[in-house]
């Protein structure tokens, strides 16, 4: 069965460092996402993406971050400048149509923050 | 009120139980709805989407009523490895975002 792919698994990074995280959509899949949910809390949508440019966001995708298409197969989450409360696992999600369909997510990245 | 509203549960149900799980929305012309599955610290997985009609697969049903705004799950002859968080989905339509409920932690015993 076709997945999406997520690394690194766990991201620990110093507060105010920079960190990307990487995935690779299932292939054949037109629409990305990223969300995230800290411990205990909801999953909550931060962006989703599709034919090379962002198609919504939420309150939450701040200057702060920005993603990437960098090539056909990668999809990438910048955070900039790590705050504490960025800490959360990030998943990927893609889907071949719209969200009406459901999506596939991605295993995840726990990210840390210390 | 929030998005989507779900008890957190935990409900702990002996194997071979029934168990049902509900949600209701706040916005009325939400468009799609479903049902995932989480497992601790795991990616959100697809369990079922949810129609007008109501849809069964194997010991899972479930059921929407737009007019009330709830969505019900129901799991049949529950199993130890149904034991995971259930989470209840929608997609209010407008835009590309799926609205999450914080779950509903089913643990199946012996």
């Known amino acids: 069965e076709p997945e999406v792919t997520q690394t690194p698994s766990h991201q620990v990074t110093q507060m105010g460092q920079e960190v990307i995280l990487r995935c690779v959509p299932i292939s054949n899949h037109l629409y990305f996402y990223w969300y995230r949910q800290i411990l205990g809390q909801k999953v909550e949508f931060l962006v989703s993406f599709y034919n090379n440019e962002i198609s919504e966001k939420s309150e939450i995708f701040d200057d702060q971050f920005s993603v990437e298409r960098p090539d056909g197969s990668n999809f990438t989450l910048k955070i900039r400048s790590t705050k504490l409360e960025d800490s959360a696992m990030y998943f990927c999600?893609?889907?071949?149509?719209?969200?009406?369909?459901?999506?596939?997510f991605g295993s995840g990245t726990r990210l840390t923050v210390v | 009120r929030k998005e989507v509203e779900q008890d957190p549960g935990p409900f702990n149900v002996p194997e071979g139980a029934t168990v049902a799980f509900n949600c209701t929305y706040s916005?009325?012309?939400?468009?799609?709805f479903f049902w995932y599955r989480q497992d601790c610290r795991k990616e959100p997985k697809l369990l079922m989407s949810?129609?007008?009609s109501g849809n069964e697969d194997g010991r899972f049903t479930a059921q929407l009523n737009r007019a009330s705004q709830y969505i019900s799950l129901l799991i049949r002859d529950s199993k130890l490895s149904d034991s995971a968080t259930y989470l209840c989905v929608v997609w209010p339509g407008g835009g590309n975002k799926l609205t999450f409920g914080t779950g509903t932690q089913l643990k199946v015993e012996l």
């Open positions: 916005n009325s012309a939400s468009q799609s």
């Open positions: 949810v129609y007008s």
């Open positions: 999600a893609s889907s071949e149509r719209d969200r009406a369909h459901g999506y596939t």
